[in-house]
């Protein structure tokens, strides 16, 4: 599995977390990274958490170089911004849905009801 974002906590918090329930876990802190791990293992990576706002290469310019390499690879497209709007979906693409999460932090007083 592979965890692209330019947020080292992000990244440190999500590889933590799926290592601890058993999964292979890569990380890159932007697109050119994703890149070049492709070049490396290209084969090893059965699904990508892919941020879509990274600053040497935005997640739009990295999936579509993900699926030139591999092509039907699951992507989840991950981002901070509670206002960010889909691009439109690159042509190799397969299903799309938004998030059933809400898309505002939740607070803890919403939290203990």
Known sequence: ????????????????????????VRTAPGGTAVLELLKQAPAHLDLALLDLNMPDKNGWATLDRLFEARPGLPVVILTGLPNQRPSPRPPACGPWSRSPFPSRPCSSSSTNS
């Not at 974002?5 to 292979?24: C, H, K, N, P, Q």
């Open 1 to 24: 599995m592979l965890i692209a974002d330019d947020d080292a906590a992000v990244r440190e918090s999500l590889s933590r977390l799926l290592r601890a329930e058993g999964y292979e």
